[in-house]
DNA sequence: TTAATAGTGTCTTTCAGACAATATTAT
DNA sequence: ATAATATTGTCTGAAAGACACTATTAA
């Protein structure tokens, strides 16, 4: 058909080596108070028993979706219902540098991925060889998803300020003193307790009260605290800004 | 070798197939103080005649290599020095939907663009069929790739705020005014010229100084303006919001 | 009882935005 | 001369950040 014969006219053969479309997932979560991202341990050549990214090939499927069948598979959980479908999942940027990958040419597609705490990968069964690792622990990984995950964790801190990202991370309800935790947790600072609530509040629709109040509060005493769910605010204005770090990236 | 034999084993063979990968351009321009895009016009089938983005398949090179090789032939610019090596080029997102392409798998890594006033692709010579257009008078486009200028406008207009990416639409120097003209064009709206002004000068690192003043003033008077070059930095603190939108997407 | 936390109040500083004023230049 | 523009000054309100205070609860 003439739409074939075009498309065959309309590059340069030699120039089209063959190319291969994947995925790769920073899958976030915190754990213990710390951000930890999901890392699965390479079988086979090239970086066997590196850890790596989980991630593999495009099927018949749009990339949003092969990211989240990637992400089921490595973790173990079942989409459809259940803690699948509150994880956040956006595209973060493409790598395709030839040579990343000595096999061939590779293109891989990052997603970025903010789950509440999941239960720990093994458990899911067939599912081995995956684990939440903390962030600041991670050490070489394979191909070049050291530069994918640091892209990540660069993205996750900046849509903590201007969207209302933070509630991905947590419960469907939560205590602010929990979200002030994730901040904490990804912006790797403490966050002055007294502001930050009165912050939260005060941005339209980032948070609504339940009306209900914790069963119990904190290991340490204290009041208990008042329960909210996310808003339905889509970005936060005014924004939640990072404590000043060194203005301005010179 | 082994790392071959595990490649081959690593997939579904029969979910592998065949995947082109292709860069598309959104490069934004300002003439005549109007936000305008660089767009092609199509030969071949599907959808000959109509518009599209300039782009075409990645080779061996890296992919922003590609972009910047397919903004050169389509503008007829030649890289290497000019015009081409102040263009700010940057990853937008990747488009990968089956069937966005009805000849093939095609994956499509946008790119987005930030040049000054670039002279009329025509005049280049053998790259023809491509012009500028006003973004708000695009019609459709082939394939998605409105959504994908939608997306760039969107990045652009966000960038605008947090980032000194204006001085990539003017030249070396340039006055306020015309600082403040990008921003008008971009975002769509007028800018108070006081505030403007004061605004721009009190962010660290925005814009420097040249010590020299216009040697014309306006067309229809005022003073000689003072002229700046763009600053270091690469991160405006404060950013400079745009005037309150319909607060928050809800 | 002690120590820690939740939630609120207050004050200072910074900044955005409205508005005004003055000097300068093309027509 | 007129009108438009560049630049600076002033004022108000919003908001961030520092700090203080009270009430509440686990241990």
Redesign the interface.
């Known amino acids: 058909m003439?739409?074939?014969q075009?498309?065959l006219?309309?590059?340069?053969p030699g120039?089209?080596?063959?190319?291969?479309?994947t995925v790769d997932v920073v899958a976030l979560t915190i754990r213990d108070g710390r951000l930890h991202v999901l890392l699965v341990e390479r079988?086979?050549?090239?970086f066997?028993g590196w850890r790596a990214l989980p991630g593999?090939?495009?099927?018949?499927?749009?990339?949003d979706a092969a990211a989240l069948r990637e992400l089921a598979e490595e973790t173990g959980l079942r989409p459809g219902q259940g803690v699948l479908d509150r994880v956040h999942l956006e595209?973060l940027?493409?790598?395709?540098?030839?040579g990343r990958d000595?096999?061939?040419r590779v293109?891989s597609?990052a997603y970025l991925a903010f789950a509440p705490s999941l239960p720990d990968p093994r458990a899911g069964g067939d599912a081995s060889g995956a684990f939440w690792v903390p962030v600041d622990e991670v050490g070489e990984l394979a191909f070049d998803h050291a530069v994918i995950l640091a892209d990540g964790l660069d993205r996750a801190r900046a849509k903590l300020e201007y969207t209302p990202l933070a509630t991905a991370f947590v419960g469907d309800e939560f205590t602010i003193a929990e979200l002030r935790a994730v901040y904490a947790a990804v912006w790797g600072e403490e966050l002055h307790a007294g502001n930050f609530h009165r912050k939260v509040l005060s941005v339209?629709?980032f948070v609504e009260s339940t009306g209900e109040t914790a069963t119990r509060a904190g290991e340490r005493g204290g009041p208990k605290p008042r329960l909210y769910r996310a808003g339905?605010?889509?970005?936060?204005?005014p924004a939640l800004l990072r404590p000043?770090r060194e203005?301005?990236?010179?």
């Open positions: 003439s739409g074939e075009e498309f006219d309309s590059y340069d120039a089209f080596a063959p190319v291969a479309v079988g086979g050549h090239p066997a593999g090939f495009v099927q018949e499927e749009t990339l595209q940027r493409s790598y395709g540098d030839p000595r096999r061939m293109v597609v339209p629709g339905d605010a889509r970005l936060l204005h000043t203005d301005g990236v010179r």
